[in-house]
């Protein structure tokens, strides 16, 4: 079964920061790999999508890398800024038990403030 | 183009009720999901429906059914509601003939039932 991990579950840092985001996953038969936002109440943002093949995704201040076989990612955020705060989400779809490829498996989140 | 539309954004229903909750997926999208959302953690896969069929389902038990129709759009309908069925209901859609290789999925804003 597909275990996903977001590691911290809560950083608070000042407004410019550079900050790193990580996540894991148990099973690295993977299609991809998706990085959304949540902001309080509202549904999800996606942010990045990182095929299985690919190693990285970019959007403008943000960063997504992929190691497939470490079952590894990561976001960075660069200049981070109060308007970043949220909740971010790491989501893999697919796993040796996944015979349609079709639910995302998702973390508990990382819940990011940034402080002005 | 309108993205993917939820109804109702919010509900109060009383145990042992039972609850419909709705969605239409972004234009052009043939495929539709449904995730519970509990406070504080992360989505988790209900079932998914393509070609009016449920083709995958999580962990759910058989008080949670779906249905969609001719235009893609969906329903969730809850039985016997518990008090712990009190979460927020993420609806996505996909594009079903991409979800191998990825295609971004989209989601709703939600509907947020609470059981009382």
């Known amino acids: 079964k597909q275990e996903v991990t977001q590691i911290p579950a809560a950083l608070s840092v000042p407004e410019g920061e550079n900050l790193v985001l990580n996540c894991s996953f148990t099973?690295?038969?993977?299609?991809?790999l998706q990085w959304f936002r949540q902001d309080p109440g509202k549904g999800l943002t996606s942010l990045l999508l990182?095929?299985?093949?690919?190693r990285e995704q970019t959007s403008g201040r943000l960063n997504a890398s992929l190691d497939k076989s470490s079952g590894r990612s990561t976001l960075y955020i660069a200049a981070s800024q109060p308007g970043d705060s949220a909740t971010y989400l790491c989501?893999?779809?697919?796993?040796?038990?996944?015979?349609?490829?079709?639910?995302?498996?998702f973390g508990e989140g990382t819940q990011l403030t940034v402080n002005p | 183009d309108a993205g993917v539309t939820q109804s109702p954004t919010h509900l109060i229903k009383t145990r042992g009720q039972q609850v419909t909750l709705r969605c239409s997926p972004k234009s052009g999208h043939d495929t539709v999901s449904w995730y519970q959302q509990a406070l504080g953690q992360g989505p988790q896969f209900i079932f998914q429906?393509?070609?009016?069929?449920?083709?995958q389902r999580g962990n759910f038990p058989d008080r949670f059914s779906g249905h969609q129709f001719p235009n893609y759009s969906s329903e969730l309908n809850v039985n016997a509601l518990l008090l712990g069925d009190s979460a927020l209901y993420l609806c996505a859609s996909s594009l079903q003939s991409g979800h191998y290789s990825g295609n971004t999925i989209y989601f709703g804003e939600g509907s947020w039932l609470t059981v009382v």
């Open positions: 429906y393509y070609e009016e069929e449920e083709r």
């Open positions: 989501a893999v779809k697919g796993g040796v038990e996944e015979t349609s490829g079709s639910r995302l498996t």
């Open positions: 990182i095929q299985s093949s690919q």
């Open positions: 099973d690295s038969a993977i299609y991809n």
